[in-house]
C-alpha cells in the first residue's frame, strides 16, 4: 500500500479482554515502531523492530503488552487482559533504513477499554 | 536522548510567518532535529530534519545556530489548514533509536 495501513481503527473492549491490534507497514521498511498516545498527550514509545528482531521493548509498560513481527512486514501489538489505563491511541510508524530517520506513521487504533 | 523544550501552544493570523523555537541544551554531537506535525485523528507527519546551518524544504525551513542547542521551525504564510500540534524530537539517526516526542506545540490558525 502507499502508507503505513493500521487495523482497526477503533476497537472496544470489555475489561480483562485480550487484544490484538495490526500494523502493515510500508513494504520494505526495515524499522518498525510502536506508539502509544494519551488524550492530549505526546507520543509514547513502546517498542522497535529491526526486521523481525525486536531491538528495543523498554517503552512497554507491562507483561501484558507483547508485539511481534515475525516474518519482518506485518506486525501486532497484544495486550492482554486490558485495563481502563490502556485506553489510548496505539500508532505503528515505519522506516525505511535502521533508526528513524524519517518514519511514516499510520492513522492509530484507538482502543477504549470499558 | 537530549530532552526538548517548547512553547505550549502559540497562536497565528493566515498569511503570517511562524516560528515555533525549541530548546535542546544537551543535545549531542550524533543527533539530528527533526519536526512532526500532527493533525487531530492522525498519526505525526514528519516535516523536516537537519543536523546544522539551515535547511529548506517545500513545506518549512529549520534554522539551527552553530551551538546548536536550539531551533527554529519556520513556516510561511500560514494558512487554516496548518493548524496542528508540532513537535520537536532531537536522536541519534544513525542507530536504532526510538523517537522520543514531548507535548509538542500546538499551533492555531485563524482568519
Known amino acids: 500500500g502507499a502508507g503505513v495501513s493500521q487495523s482497526p481503527r477503533y476497537k472496544v473492549a470489555k475489561r480483562g479482554q485480550d487484544v490484538a491490534l495490526r500494523c502493515d507497514p510500508i513494504?520494505?521498511?526495515?524499522?518498525l515502531f510502536w506508539y502509544q498516545q494519551a488524550l492530549g498527550q505526546g507520543p509514547e514509545f513502546l517498542t522497535y523492530?529491526?526486521?523481525?528482531?525486536?531491538?528495543?521493548k523498554s517503552g512497554l509498560p507491562s507483561d501484558r503488552f507483547f508485539a511481534e513481527r515475525p516474518e519482518g512486514s506485518v506486525s501486532t501489538l497484544k495486550i492482554q487482559r486490558t485495563q481502563q489505563e490502556d485506553s489510548a491511541v496505539y500508532l505503528c510508524?515505519?522506516?525505511?533504513?535502521?533508526?528513524?530517520?524519517?518514519?511514516?506513521f499510520g492513522q492509530g487504533t484507538r482502543l477504549t477499554v470499558v | 536522548l537530549a530532552k526538548t523544550t517548547q512553547p505550549i501552544s502559540m497562536d497565528s493570523y493566515e498569511g503570517q510567518e511562524v516560528n515555533i523555537t525549541c530548546s535542546h541544551n544537551?543535545?549531542?554531537?550524533?543527533?539530528?532535529i527533526t519536526w512532526y506535525q500532527q493533525f487531530p485523528s492522525q498519526g505525526p507527519r514528519f516535516i523536516i530534519q537537519?543536523?546544522?546551518t539551515k535547511v529548506t524544504n517545500e513545506v518549512a525551513s529549520l534554522f539551527i545556530p552553530a551551538d546548536r542547542k536550539s531551533s527554529t521551525l519556520s513556516l510561511p504564510r500560514v494558512s487554516l489548514s496548518d493548524t496542528a500540534v508540532y513537535y520537536c524530537?532531537?536522536?541519534?539517526?544513525?542507530?536504532?533509536?526510538?523517537?522520543?516526542f514531548g507535548t509538542g506545540t500546538r499551533l492555531q490558525v485563524t482568519l
Open positions: 510508524a515505519s522506516s525505511a533504513r535502521e533508526g528513524n530517520t524519517e518514519a511514516f
Open positions: 513494504s520494505g521498511h526495515v524499522s
Open positions: 523492530f529491526q526486521n523481525e528482531a525486536q531491538l528495543d
Open positions: 544537551n543535545i549531542a554531537t550524533n543527533d539530528y
Open positions: 537537519g543536523y546544522k
Open positions: 524530537l532531537v536522536g541519534d539517526t544513525g542507530t536504532a533509536s526510538k523517537l522520543t
